[in-house]
């Protein structure tokens, strides 16, 4: 069990980043306009993050009369391989995009705005939705969100391979990567698409069903890819807000699952670790040392802008269209 669990950090680390966000500071592109029309802001997924070529490969459209802008944030997860831990992105990306939602609300207090994201974009999406909700200066009625693939799905039970679930609901924590799980979104409508196959939102329990965990890992880039489809009213990326009043949507798998149901109840290891002093303490400690190794702090001990150079350097490199 103890293998199985180590394994799970470094899986997640891997799934969540696949396709959401790599760098940290977060550079939200307001728009300057009088404009109080509904407001979509779109956030797309890892290594795309600064550029939202996710929509753009989609022709993603909204409804007539509609604006849609794009969240444009740096994506990072490892520290020392990407400038930024995860959760550094998350701290910053976050609350710059419910900001971007407040300074909307104010300049337009009777407008309804709806929030977008797929993958690690769906994961910035949603926890600022959590943002605002708490405060309610964004009356909730005013505000919803469509989120594909999102890493921090709520846990349920499924007939097909037991109790899945997002696997920031499912990984225990790990280096720079916390996992806090379900959201309270405190009745705000969210929308939630996940293919029933795809680890990133849908991550069976790795230590009562090893099996269906190890398929899920076999079809990661197949299943977290299947948002789109020759039928534009069924590709989720393309038109997202024709699927606002789905709720919690589980799609067909991408090809026939071959594993069965989990083999015996237990725990998520999230649950099991989590409240683990030891582990936490372990994972803390770790987190602090990879966040030495960030380039920007590294730049920044020897009295450089670290900032500045390392997210200038990241967002030319997506930009021209490194990764993909």
Not at 105 to 122: D, E
Not at 160 to 182: K, L, Y
Not at 185 to 205: P, Q
Request: with cysteine; aromatic share 6%; proline share 8%.
């Amino acid at each position: 069990m103890k293998r199985a669990c180590l394994a799970l950090s470094a899986v997640a680390l891997t799934a969540t980043g696949l396709a959401a966000a790599d760098v940290a500071a977060a550079e939200p592109v307001q728009t300057a306009s009088a404009d109080c029309s509904h407001l979509y802001v779109l956030t797309d997924g890892r290594g795309r993050g600064l550029t939202g070529k996710t929509w753009d490969d989609a022709g993603t459209t909204v409804p007539a009369g509609a604006q849609m802008d794009k969240f444009r944030y740096d994506d990072g997860i490892v520290p020392g391989v990407h400038p930024h831990s995860l959760d550094e992105t998350r701290r910053v990306a976050a609350p710059a995009l419910a900001q971007k939602v407040l300074d909307f609300h104010r300049a337009c207090p009777g407008s309804p705005v709806t929030l977008v994201g797929y993958s690690f974009g769906a994961l910035i999406s949603g926890d600022a939705v959590e943002l605002l909700a708490a405060k309610n200066e964004v009356p909730h009625e005013l505000l919803n969100a469509v989120l594909i693939a999102d890493p921090r799905r709520h846990v349920a039970d499924t007939a097909s391979q037991g109790p899945s679930g997002g696997i920031m609901s499912v990984a225990p924590d790990g280096p720079g990567m916390h996992t806090p799980g379900p959201r309270d979104f405190r009745g705000v409508k969210v929308a939630s698409i996940c293919r029933e196959d795809d680890l990133v939102c849908n991550a069976a329990n790795p230590i009562s069903n090893a099996q269906a965990f190890t398929g899920e890992m076999q079809r990661l880039p197949t299943a977290h890819g299947a948002y789109g489809d020759a039928d534009p009213n069924r590709n989720y990326w393309a038109r997202p807000a024709n699927f606002a009043d789905v709720g919690d949507l589980v799609l067909p798998p991408s090809a026939p699952i071959t594993w069965g149901p989990a083999a015996f109840p237990a725990p998520m290891p999230r649950e099991l670790l989590n409240d683990n002093e030891v582990y936490k303490g372990a994972m803390d400690g770790l987190t602090q040392s990879g966040d030495a190794l960030a380039w920007a702090n590294v730049l920044n001990t020897f009295g450089l802008p670290g900032d500045e150079i390392v997210h200038g350097f990241w967002k030319a490199l997506q930009e021209a269209g490194a990764g993909y």
